[in-house]
């Protein structure tokens, strides 16, 4: 008996208003209306096979997957529709990226023909076997999940939304060199599952000051000053991260390890706050933010640096109507999935229009709301990867840009008198250092 293929596809046609075109000053007559014509299809995961052919319940992971997959639906329709009010005509079509109960594919290469961009699929193992065949397809493979930048290697018209991490750990040793020179560095590593930005870290650091030695006019101010060192801390420990800290000197602790080594960024936090006779600001991961026990007080007293991939501007009225506009087609408020597939999906509208109508003042198209895209090429004939970062820091009660903020003071080595106690004339009392090992029983 034969098998059905099922394919689960949903085809939309947004027709355009012509008075809507002339006002992104783009499109100025019928032939051109034609050019800025967008065709697009998404592979996500439905798992549509589970409730066709076993009726059971769905389990939590593929259930988890499906809820990711209509965020994607939610934010491509999204950013369907405000291109639609501005008169583009935009085709969409969506496919379960999952094969069916016989190991079946539920699209095949001609849903491709004709397509501008493919989105998905969002499964490694789904990804990596269509990879040839949309490449073959010529339309413009973007990639909504965090991949092995090995898999971009292949084709020119793959791109990985997700900012890619090393470009991140740049700007980090960009600003540790330019500002902490002569301050003590101290890098914390995690290992695990972060051992490859970890080694990223120190590799990229070590070509800098190699790369100073050489320039004669660099030399002593960052190779021969800069005091950096290393502790082999764990998941859940910061090792010997204590006996690194110099009383005497502006300590820099540095740590790349996300959210997978939340108990040693725990720990970190406690040996920082139990130290607080030393001057201490932290670089970390940007994933730090978004963990429950960083407290307003740890802000503060280590100047928290993070690199930033993309936030949302709450005081510009587009995007405050184009968030409005999410509300009325949901009555929620957009994930984050909804506004990474939404904002890709405008980047791709958008480089279609500067393929075919060259540069023009695009700016009066639709925005992204939260991600930014500045576009690297991996190697010749290579892929691309997102490198927009910059850093935020914790000043006076709030994340700022980092590049906006005024100089380090130059730091005071402290005084202390024969019985332990600090000597700060701005201060009528002494303070007992504990530390000191000169310090009086």
Known sequence: MGVVRFCLVIVMCFLAHKSGVSQTQIAQDSSEIDLVDFRAVAFLPFFSQLEVVTGMPIPRKELRMRE????????????????????????????????????????????????????????????????????????????????????????????????SEPFAIDLVIEDLVSKH????????????????????????????????????????????????????????????????????KRNIVVSVAGRSARSMLSNLLVEVQMNDSSQIYVYSNSEIRDLGFIDVKFLERTH??????????????????????????????????????????????????????????????????????DWEQLQQFGGYVNKSWSL????????????????????????IDEDGFFIDPLRPFKEYNPRNPHARD
């Open 68 to 163: 990711i997959a209509v965020d994607n639906i939610n934010g491509i329709r999204w950013a369907s529709e405000r291109l639609k009010n501005q008169g583009y005509n935009i085709e969409l079509s969506f496919f379960d990226e999952v094969v069916d109960s016989l190991g079946n594919p539920l699209w095949l290469s001609e849903d491709l023909i004709g397509k501008d961009a493919v989105f998905g699929p969002l499964q490694q193992n789904q990804l990596s076997r269509s990879l040839r065949m949309i490449e073959r397809a010529g339309a413009d493979h973007v990639i909504l999940t965090q991949v092995n930048e090995n898999m971009l290697m292949g084709s020119d018209a793959i791109r990985s939304i997700v900012p």
């Open 304 to 373: 928290l640096t993070i690199p930033v991939s993309g936030s949302i501007d709450w005081s510009d009225s587009t995007t405050i109507n184009a968030v409005q506009q999410f509300r009325l087609m949901y009555k929620t408020d957009p994930s984050k999935y909804v506004l990474n597939a939404h904002d890709a999906f405008l980047d791709a509208f958008k480089r279609k229009l500067e393929r075919e109508l060259g540069e023009m003042d695009y700016s009066v198209l639709p925005q992204p709301i939260e991600t930014q895209y």
């Open 181 to 248: 020179s002569n301050d003590n560095i101290i890098f914390v590593m995690a290992g695990g599952t972060d051992s490859k930005m970890e080694n990223y870290f120190l590799s990229t650091l070590k070509n800098k000051l190699d790369t100073a030695k050489s320039d004669i006019s660099q030399m002593t101010v960052i190779s021969e000053t800069l005091m950096f060192d290393t502790v082999h801390g764990t998941r859940n420990s910061v090792g010997s991260l204590a006996e690194k800290i110099d009383f005497y």
């Open 392 to 415: 935020e820091t914790f000043n006076h009660g709030h994340w700022c840009q980092t590049d906006t903020l005024v100089s380090l003071h130059e730091f005071i080595v402290p005084e």
